[in-house]
């Protein structure tokens, strides 16, 4: 070999031992959402170094409260959430999944700019259109099983309902089912109709496609919703009007929860 060569070869050695020592890749907690509004607070707090956009969706690359994190916005509904959850998961290594964002508030004694974390979700418009009307359920059209729940990590929701409770106090945070659909629902019959059905304590549009994604991915997952609204007859004006304050409270709680994870 001629003597030239030698700084390079040990330089390129030493590069590729290093980049071996530190095993290559960083690990992230996934912060995902449907709107722009729901991560404009953490995208404020957040140190972002890098942007990529992969498959339609940027996703913000950095630390938040000093944890590395990355922060997208998936779009709204169970196709772009199921599309954005499943790019993130696939592009970088994610050790786990919050999900921040708003919903409508299905129960009497909840208000608006109270809190939701969702313990399960369900989709409540998966199901048969007949000429009885709307019947829920799913699998095997001729069987007629149920459809499917997905159960958040017991441990993150925990974490997100003390979390909650310390930024809101109590009497305004909740912990239970969110029922996802690919509608805005604004009637209070529908309301009345998913309490029943479901035991639902608020309504989505993306929450069970994420948990379905992370169940086939391993990955955990909480879900923390404040309501910008009550589904009812109201609803598109009370979104107008508590929206922005909504989404920025998750993204408070969430903040709350970084402080605790790794
Ligand atoms: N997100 C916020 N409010 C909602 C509602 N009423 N229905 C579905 N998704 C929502």
Request: glycine letters at 10%.
């Amino acid at each position: 070999m001629k003597k030239r060569f030698l700084p390079f070869l040990l330089f390129s050695l030493f590069a590729v031992s290093s980049c071996g020592a530190s095993s290559g890749k960083q690990t992230y907690i996934g912060i995902i959402s449907a709107m722009d509004n729901e991560i404009q607070l953490l995208l404020k707090e957040a140190n972002i170094k890098e942007e990529k956009d992969i498959a339609g969706i940027t996703y913000h690359i950095g630390t938040l409260k000093d944890k590395p994190v990355i922060i997208s916005r998936s779009g709204i509904g169970k196709v772009n959430a199921s599309s954005g959850i499943t790019t993130l998961l696939n592009s970088f290594d994610i050790s786990k999944v919050l999900f921040t964002g708003v919903a409508g508030g299905l129960r009497d004694n909840e208000e608006v700019l109270d809190v939701v974390v969702g313990t399960e979700v369900v989709e409540h418009d998966y199901g048969f259109i007949t000429n009885d009307g709307f019947e829920w359920g799913g699998g095997d059209p001729g069987k007629k099983e149920p459809g499917e729940y997905y159960e958040c990590d017991k441990d993150l929701v925990d974490l997100a309902y003390s979390s909650a409770l310390s930024v809101m106090g109590e009497d305004h945070v909740f912990k239970g089912l969110i029922a996802t659909g690919d509608q805005f629902i604004a009637s209070s019959e529908y309301v009345e109709w998913l309490t029943k059905e479901f035991d639902a304590y608020a309504c989505e549009m993306e929450g069970a496609s994420v948990a379905k994604v992370c169940k086939n991915y391993n990955k955990p997952l909480a879900i923390l919703r404040t309501l910008s609204d009550k589904a009812d007859g109201n609803a598109h004006d009370s979104y107008a009007d508590f929206g922005d304050r909504a989404a920025d409270q998750s993204s408070k709680i969430v903040m709350k929860m970084l402080e605790s994870l790794n």
